[in-house]
């Protein structure tokens, strides 16, 4: 039987705890040429999509902004549109907010960034829990867990409700008469449910992939089960082998239920990845570059974000406090999502007070060890035989590789290991097809509008 086919990705690194900004090969977070170089090599390498995340308020610590977050977050759709120009073949996936924004805008910009990039436009459908975010727009608060993942599945309803007001054949070019044939019902939708309530007509012909790719980012109950209902790949964070499996086989089983098959939908962890000469100095590489993430400045604010309280006191390369955690509202970490992570934050605690004590670690030392991500750490043959493993033992479907340098973190990826997986038959040479659909190995979804050329 042949191999899986491995999907890469390359997340834009950004602003978030992977970054290290502080290298002397960093460049700015914000330049334009900074998202073009990366997603020039990530085309290079053949790969399925770049992937940008979003934040709708500058995060904040003890009422401060949070450092990483200096440089600001540039809109997705005009960073995509951008890109669209500069690349040909690359999927253009952004993080679009269900909670604070509106259906018909929503699906008139995917649409157009389909159009203008030739179908390679994805939506990853993301929802927001905190009021501190909600202070950003004018209807303010927050919504509980259960609620927004209903908002979110009526939003993405009502987006193909509009995406499929324009069936393909309303608008036919008669070149012979110079006149265009029109259907009455073109971009007519009326769609009435408890969160939205929309009549009208929509603006914008269908695209090239009829609707965007659609990914799906939580890992609740209510995330797999939304992902499984409606999205087309779902992110995971599982950093193991055996948890991996674990994740890839609980989603997958959802899909019958909602009469859709294991192949449509992809699981695709967000990774990390070191590479050195020989294992060693890969290792040596990636222990260098956890502590040029985890200054003993982060490593406070990171504590905080579970003890919920000013730690500012505290050496980071000193033991952790001796007093718990602060149950109830969250007040030291302002607007960040990992805060919720923490279900019973006095347990967290005893647990890394626990491998503090075994393996006498500093507050940084732990903050380096329990906030890592999955890295893939070896030669560039070594991390290809993981990648490998991973996808072949139905671990993922590929991988969404986070590079810790901006822009040029994906090239020595690009270069060594992308190469091996092409050998071995596991990777793409050479694009098969034109749209993300293509790439992904997914069915379009209705069909553009014709011409006649009569």
């Known amino acids: 039987m042949a191999p899986k086919q491995i999907h890469l990705a390359a997340h834009f690194p950004g602003v978030n705890n992977t970054t290290v900004w502080s290298d002397p090969e960093a460049g700015s977070q914000i330049d334009f040429r900074s ?9 290079r390498a053949k790969f399925d999509f770049l992937f940008l995340a979003e934040g709708l308020r500058l995060r904040e610590q003890n009422g401060l902004i949070y ?19 500069v690349t040909d073949r690359l ?20 649409a157009s960034l389909d ?3 030739a179908g390679r436009a994805a939506w990853n459908v993301v929802t927001s829990w905190d009021e501190f975010t909600g202070e950003n727009f004018r209807r303010g608060g927050f919504l509980p867990q259960d ?10 309803e009502a987006t193909k409700v509009l995406f499929d007001s324009w069936h393909g054949d309303e608008i036919v070019a008669d ?12 971009g007519l939708f009326d769609h009435h449910v408890s969160q939205f309530d929309i009549t009208g007509r929509f603006s914008v012909p269908r695209s090239p992939q009829g609707r965007p790719v659609i990914f799906q980012a939580g890992d609740s109950d209510e995330g797999r089960e939304f992902a499984a209902a409606s999205a087309d790949a779902i ?12 994740f890839y086989a609980d989603v997958k089983s959802r899909l019958a239920k909602y009469g859709r098959s294991r192949d449509e939908l992809k699981v695709l962890p967000g990774v990390t990845f070191v590479l050195g000469d020989t294992e060693a100095d890969a290792h040596e590489r ?20 579970l003890w919920n309280r000013d730690l500012g006191a505290y050496d980071p390369d000193g033991p952790l406090p001796s007093v718990d955690p602060l149950v109830g509202e969250n007040t030291i970490a302002r607007g960040r999502a990992s805060v919720r992570m923490y279900r019973d934050p006095l347990a967290t605690a005893r647990e890394w007070r626990e491998l503090a004590e075994a393996k006498n670690l500093s507050i940084r030392e732990l903050m380096v060890e329990v906030t890592a991500r999955q890295s893939f750490i070896g030669t560039p043959t070594q991390v290809a035989e993981s990648l490998n493993e991973f996808v072949q033992s139905d671990a993922s479907d590929g991988f969404i590789l986070v590079p810790h340098l901006t822009p040029g973190g994906l090239d020595e990826f690009a270069d060594t290991v992308v190469p091996i997986l092409q050998d071995r038959g596991v990777f793409r040479g050479e694009y098969q097809g034109t749209t993300l659909r293509d790439h992904l190995g997914l069915a379009p979804v209705g069909h553009r509008a014709t011409e006649r050329a009569s």
């Open 147 to 156: 609620a927004r993942y209903e908002r979110a599945s009526q939003f993405l």
């Open 67 to 85: 450092d990483l977050d200096v440089v600001g977050r540039p809109d997705t759709f005009t960073v995509l549109s951008a890109l669209a120009a």
């Open 235 to 246: 992110f995971s964070r599982h950093g193991t082998l055996d948890a991996a499996q674990a």
């Open 286 to 305: 990636a222990r260098h570059i956890r502590l040029q993430q985890v200054s003993g400045q982060t490593a406070i604010k990171f504590l905080e974000q």
């Open 35 to 43: 998202f073009a170089h990366l997603a020039r090599t990530a085309e």
């Open 91 to 110: 999927g253009l996936a952004g993080t679009i907010n269900s909670t604070f924004n509106e259906p018909y805008e929503v699906a008139r910009q995917f």
């Open 115 to 117: 159009h203008l990039s």
């Open 175 to 186: 070149k012979a008469s110079g006149q265009f044939l029109r259907h009455p019902d073109v």
